[in-house]
């Protein structure tokens, strides 16, 4: 026998021969006690991390699944990881930061010239970017599903995403790409080749169940439409999402869900980081000091129902800040009646009222259907990429929001209280005036009471706390926060600004 073979026969002999079993039995009492207690915890944590995970993704429905990383009886696990990775750790790591890092490295496969794709195009005109944010997050867990790549069509292709105008004019002038991909596919012309065909119309269509043997399909809206749009296409993602991972919606809530996909494709560049940093200098926020948001979307929502008033929207951030102890109020807008309104209602408060300040054109003027029904006045690509900064930038602002007030009606509501649930790993409190289509399942059960659609009552931890009727002309008594020294939001500068995007005023 070789001198290493006899070491390590001699070390196995230690570790698990009659020897190295007689020494642990022959040791104290108290040593064996000790390591039992160990072993019995260490067994225990391990069970209840993977109970806790079992139900986070449910089971693939299609045999071409086997072997890839889904089990036979009903379990999904995450993504496979290129071989030279390192092992997953869950170590000092939250459940969403675990899964979302399994996502993400789904996003990026050993071999792109190999992998499965699922591209998504554009969404049509009529979708604001917080329903194209949620839309695309639903896409994600279809696309892990059927065990693919989500590839968004403009960070790929000359086709421009409608938010950015500027290179590389696609979710990349905010937002970190997902998947390394889909900068493969852009400049790497032979891989190109290897993956997609010549003519865009040799991609079949997503399909679901139906096309699932296809290596690369395409969800058509806007630029690779075969004809006509079906409005409700885009629901076969969202209504596949419900089906699948119903059972996890039920135990962890949907935020979570939005909380892991937004660590995933809504990771913010370097300069916005920077730039919502000096926002926040600028009005004088202590790091992560805590605020109420209120989310009011007037715009164009006339067309589809009455515009919450605006004296309930502050009457209700004005309790939760008399409940918490808050002074400041982050106001998210796309109309300058709001800002005013709100200002005038609160005029005697005690409490700031904060604001990204831009020019706000009347109306959804990004929605051309609208501008060409309302007769909107139109406006050039600029003041569009402004719009879309500016609600970039208030959805990272708000992040350090702990109650949130408006409709969860509204998609770009939903995006902002995800993005505060991922960025304190925990429930926010949420005033919605107004009950939202699917949205009850936000919370689990346990969380539930951090929830409120009675637009008379706030919910936990501020349930008891009386909401005023107030009036623009209404004065309010002094609450100890100290004597109120009112500070004017100071403009967000867009020129010298480390950002892609620049200001242009309107003609």
Known sequence: MSRPAQNHARWDSKLYGPYGFRRVLTGSRRGSLWLLALLVFGVGFVLGFLCASWELFPATWHEAARGSGFSADGGAELPKRAPESPPLSSRGRSVLDVVAAGLLEGQNPPDCGTARYLILDELTDDHGLGFSLITLFKFLYVAHLEQRVLLFLPSFTAFPWRWCHQAPSSYACFFEESSYCASLLRFDQSLRQRVLPANWDAIPDWKGLRSIDDQVVVFRQKYLSRGAIKRPAHYQAWDLFERKFQGGLAKYGRFFYYAIAQR?????????????????????LAPNESLVVVHARHGSKHTEQQHIPVAQLA???LAFCDCLGIRNILLITETQEVITEFESVLAHAPVRVLYTEYWRPEGDVWNRDLVDRLKLRRVNDSVIDTIAYHSVLNLFLARSGVAFVGTIQSAFLK????????WRQAPVSIHSLRAGWRIRDGYTRANVKYWSFDPSRLPYPCAHVPIQHLESTEHHQNRAYGVFTSVQPQPMPMQGEQTPLSSESPD
């Open 264 to 284: 995933v494709l809504v990771r913010p560049l370097a300069w916005l980081e920077q730039a919502a940093q000096a926002q926040r200098e600028r009005w004088g």
């Open 315 to 317: 009457a209700s951030a």
């Open 415 to 422: 995006l902002l209280v995800s993005t505060a649930y991922s």
